[in-house]
């Protein structure tokens, strides 16, 4: 794939352990931005459970939000990827945070009259050993492109364990085969796809 040092991602991992507590989410999160790293694009990942995200749905809550700071972030980044672990068969309260911040880009457009997040790409990632990947990458999908992000062909990358067992992503000694394969794959499709957004935007609103 070809290197591009002008493309930025960002990582936003809503494993619910502060660092530099041992992650599931923190691993496979790291090896997406490895990904990145390789490929000459500028990357940056982050912990959401680390910051002061506030309740709510607006760009900034006020005294104590960390939420602005991130937003920066998620503004000057042409790829964000969402890494979430597996709890009850969903996604984690922090994951479901971010989403809910992400709400007040649905009122922000651009000089064009576009939302403010047309034109960047989104990339799901998920783990747990229990099942409700699928179900998790379809809601991150769903609100992602309800806020303007585009979502790659098979944009997700996802690890279930064996249910009822106690094996984590974290404890493997190696990355599955079907893992890697996967991540390749849409790694390099958010980052072609952020490439041509990029050279050709989404039209302005009429």
Request: net charge negative; charged share 20%.
């Amino acid at each position: 794939m070809e290197t591009d040092p002008t493309l930025r991602a960002l990582t936003i991992t809503c494993t619910l352990k502060p660092s530099p507590a041992e992650s599931s989410s923190e691993v496979l999160a790291q090896q997406m931005a490895a990904f990145f790293d390789a490929h000459g694009v500028q990357t940056e990942s982050l912990r959401a459970v680390d910051h002061v995200i506030l309740p709510g749905v607006e760009k900034d809550m006020g005294t104590g939000d960390d939420w602005p700071a991130i937003r920066e972030k998620v503004m000057n980044a042409d790829v964000l990827v969402v890494v979430t672990p597996t709890w009850l068969g969903q996604a984690s309260s922090v994951a479901q945070r971010v989403l809910e911040r992400l709400d007040a880009e649905l009122s922000e457009t651009d000089a064009d009259g576009r939302p403010t997040l047309f034109d960047k790409v989104a990339v799901a990632g998920v783990v747990g050993n229990e099942d409700g990947a699928h179900h998790i990458v379809g809601v991150l999908y769903q609100a992602l492109s309800d806020v303007g992000f585009t979502v790659p062909a098979q944009g997700c990358v996802y690890w279930n364990g064996e249910s009822m067992h106690s094996t984590d992503y974290k404890d493997l000694e190696q990355t599955p085969e079907t893992v890697d394969t996967t991540m390749t794959t849409a790694l390099t499709n958010a980052v072609h796809l952020a490439r041509k957004l990029r050279e050709a935007g989404y039209p302005a609103s009429s």
